[in-house]
């Protein structure tokens, strides 16, 4: 029995994983329009729905653990603080995955740079390490700030931050580090 996807099954599961990608992304303003109209218990669902059908297959167990989270948190009254949390996950996410990548090479970058350039020297592996370890400064400090402005602020400042100035900060490391690694790469390697 083949394994593969019928490709009249496939543009669709691409399609939604595309529209998912894009909730996810907008979810901040999504929260903002859809709040105030439908209350957070609704939002609160859908997020543990969708953050379960994101996880990857082989980590579909972890579904429960949402749901479990999703529903104390429901329970308790503070489902507006779970539709809030998502940053905080995602960034809690990414953060675990760069700091284990770093105890346990190759780091998340140097994994992403050998897709381009498979015979990746010392060099290179040492500046990719330092990268990851920028990432996870960045992860740690926008999820503290994240953390915050669920807990804290009002719900246009945490849209502000999480739906607007995390992406220009995200924009400005990708651009730095972009900016940086031509200017490694033009440097010789004396060691």
């Not at 009249?8 to 595309?18: G, Q, Y």
Request: charged share 15%; hydrophobic share 55%; with cysteine.
């Amino acid at each position: 029995m083949s394994s593969r996807i019928p490709s009249s099954i496939a543009p669709r599961s691409a399609l939604f994983n595309l529209l998912l990608g894009i909730l996810a992304l907008g979810w901040p303003l999504a929260v903002h329009a859809l709040l105030p109209r439908l209350g957070a218990w609704p939002l609160l669902i859908t997020l543990v729905v969708l953050a379960w059908w994101r996880l990857p297959a082989a980590h579909r167990g972890w579904g429960w653990g949402l749901l479990i989270v999703g529903g104390v948190i429901l329970v308790a009254g503070h489902a507006e603080l779970g539709v809030r949390a998502w940053p905080v996950l995602l960034n809690t996410a990414m953060l675990a995955a760069f700091a284990y990548s770093l105890a346990r090479p190759p780091s998340a970058i140097e994994r992403l740079a050998r897709r381009r350039e498979p015979n990746l020297g010392p060099r290179g592996v040492r500046y990719t390490r330092r990268v990851t370890q920028a990432w996870c400064v960045f992860f740690a400090i926008n999820g503290s700030i994240a953390l915050w402005t669920a807990l804290y602020a009002d719900l246009a400042t945490w849209t502000l931050y999480n739906g607007g100035i995390v992406y220009a900060l995200l924009a400005t490391m990708f651009g730095g580090e972009w900016l940086i690694r031509r200017q490694v790469r033009k440097t010789p390697d004396d060691e």
